[in-house]
């Protein structure tokens, strides 16, 4: 079930004259209880696409459904309403600064006018406890570290049982290993609770460690969009390559194929196909040789995998690629100008290199 | 010189009048300034209630009030004065002139004071369904909490200044008395006293200030 969905929606900033698109006919479609990521470049408009769908701003042409209802000409009260529906997180954290922990997350829900006190601490104490911050809930926010005061609000941004968490940038203020456990938790609450999670990043590592599906904006654009692995692994458009390169540093191997014998192949091992020596199997079987030039291997969400830029020469080439792929790998071979593109930035570090 | 010459009790009383002008001007700036200073904060460019003429409007006319030296005001006031409290003498008849002096320039206070608040925070309240009311009472204002209590001890001290002034044209207090003793009677001991007064007065409020911003400041 699509749970939020743009038709071909835009918006301008400024006034007459002087306009600047942010966003130029974007759709979007996320589907219920799943981790969706929206990457891209400062600038792309992300920003503006957060307060489309958390419904601070309105579009300027298209369509806009929220949990199954049209935001079109909706205000008042259904809008404040529609608004408690969709929980955000922010990379600032945004918490009050004169408010306890537990206040904190109190204040939503006495914003959503719940009266009883006891109702109140009971949520509170609950989702502080799902956090892990119970023991922190009479402390002020100055008092915390980033991941604490970010978990603080992720519980804010539930209080009010949410449809939809949305979270804008919700890990870029904060180091790597907390940020790992930020995801991670998040990645429970969506499993857990079934919680849809829109994901705004500029980092894809964010994107591959917990999204399902992702989307690639581009100067108001949508230019790419589907599950993360194909994305990332397969990306079709410059602005995803630069995003995905930002992640991995695979010019130096796209570089090192020009001066290579033989005919250079990307290989991508997913999940078990990880595991397997095939490689040596081929050597072995097909006669055939390789080096490795590159590659990268790590996981998506938890899936492992490997990508490996490998120049194969000598024996029956055809035959090995053909086992590869039997084996569920997939061989992408390397046209001369994937390589040249790489090979540029290659010749630029060098000559940075002998400068020094 | 000598302070036997000093009349004690008539410095006591005079003490308490200028602590009831400061007390009375200062609550009444406070109940005025501080709806005010929300509403420039509000209609300000890029808030939730946006309103170029409205703001500017409001904006003209507390500099306009800001730029009348409060001498001129006091004078200017005497009619309007006597409407509201009858009289243009003595404490009651300096509260008004005290207040319209004070109000505009603690608006621009708060409105500070507001400024100064993480726009992310009313960003937050905003993507959790508050009313602009929720925001201002329950995130605005206690967010400001700290800047608004200095803004208030900043305005009290102005106030002191001002009672002070006010004793020229017959309001009354310490200033009436440095003014009709001090100067007039050239009894330079009135006016140490009075003096030395004013200081301990403006060095209590800054502390007690100072203390108050402190225990709410949570940042």
């Known amino acids: 079930m699509t749970i939020i969905s743009l038709t071909n929606v835009t918006k301008t900033y400024g006034g007459s004259g002087r306009s600047v698109p942010a966003l130029r006919g974007v759709d979007l479609a996320v589907q219920s209880g799943e981790v969706f990521g929206i990457i891209g470049a400062s600038g792309a408009g992300k920003s503006t696409l957060v307060r489309l769908i958390n419904l601070l701003e309105r579009p300027e042409t298209g369509t806009l459904t929220v949990n199954g209802r049209a935001t079109a000409g909706v205000g008042g009260r259904e809008l404040l309403k529609l608004r408690r529906e969709i929980g955000m997180v922010f990379q600032h954290f945004n918490l009050l600064s004169a408010k306890t922990v537990a206040e904190n997350v109190a204040f939503p829900l006495q914003l959503a006018g719940v009266r009883s006190r006891a109702a109140i601490a009971a949520r509170v104490d609950a989702l502080l406890t799902r956090v892990g911050l119970s023991a922190h809930a009479d402390k002020y926010p100055r008092q915390l570290s980033g991941g604490q005061k970010q978990r603080v609000g992720i519980a804010r941004a539930l209080a009010c049982r949410p449809a939809i968490l949305l979270c804008d940038e919700a890990t870029s203020a904060l180091d790597p290993e907390t940020t790992r456990s930020v995801l991670r938790l998040l990645s429970e609450i969506n499993q857990e609770l079934g919680l849809t999670i829109v994901l705004i990043t500029h980092t894809m590592d964010v994107v591959r460690q917990i999204c399902h599906r992702v989307a690639v904006l581009d100067a108001g654009r949508i230019v790419e969009t589907g599950p993360v692995e194909a994305v990332f692994l397969h990306p079709r458009h410059p602005a995803t390559l630069a995003l995905v390169r930002e992640a991995v540093r695979e010019e130096k191997a796209a570089g090192n194929a020009l001066r290579t014998a033989g005919d250079v192949f990307r290989l991508t091992f997913r999940g078990a196909a990880t595991y397997s020596p095939i490689l040596g199997h081929i050597a072995r079987e097909h006669g055939v040789d390789f080096a490795i030039l590159g590659g990268q291997i790590g996981t998506i969400r938890d899936e492992p995998f490997a990508q490996l830029t490998i120049a194969f020469s000598g024996g029956d080439v055809r035959s090995a690629l053909a086992r590869l792929d039997a084996a569920g790998v997939d061989v992408e071979e390397l046209t001369p100008a994937d390589a040249t593109l790489g090979a540029q930035a290659d010749v630029v570090s060098r000559e940075l290199a002998d400068v020094a | ?219």
């Open chain 2, 1 to 219: 010189m000598s302070l036997d010459r000093i009349d004690w009790p008539q410095i006591g009383f005079a003490a308490l009048d200028t602590l009831a002008m400061l007390g009375g001007a200062l609550f009444f700036t406070v109940l005025f300034g501080l709806p005010l200073g929300v509403l420039l904060f509000l209609t300000g460019r890029g808030q939730l209630l946006q309103q170029g003429a409205v703001y500017a409007v409001l904006s003209f006319v507390l500099n306009i009030l800001r730029s009348v030296p409060f001498i001129i005001l006091l004078i200017v006031l005497m009619p309007v004065t006597t409407l509201i409290t009858g009289t243009s003498l003595g404490v009651r008849g300096v509260i008004p002139p005290l207040v319209v002096g004070t109000t505009a320039f603690f608006a621009r206070l708060v409105e500070t004071a507001l400024r100064e608040v993480d726009h992310g925070v009313i960003d937050a309240s905003q993507a959790m369904g508050g009313t602009i009311g929720q925001i201002v009472f329950r995130a605005l204002l206690p967010e400001a909490l700290p800047g608004i209590l200095a803004g208030i001890t900043v305005t009290a001290i102005v106030l002191v200044d001002y009672t002070a002034m006010s004793g020229a044209i017959g309001g009354g207090g310490i200033g009436d008395l440095a003014i009709r003793y001090g100067y007039q009677r050239f009894q330079t001991e009135v006016m140490i006293v009075t003096v030395v007064l004013l200081i301990i007065l403006v060095q209590l409020l800054q502390a007690a200030g100072n203390r108050l911003v402190l225990h709410f400041s949570r940042k």
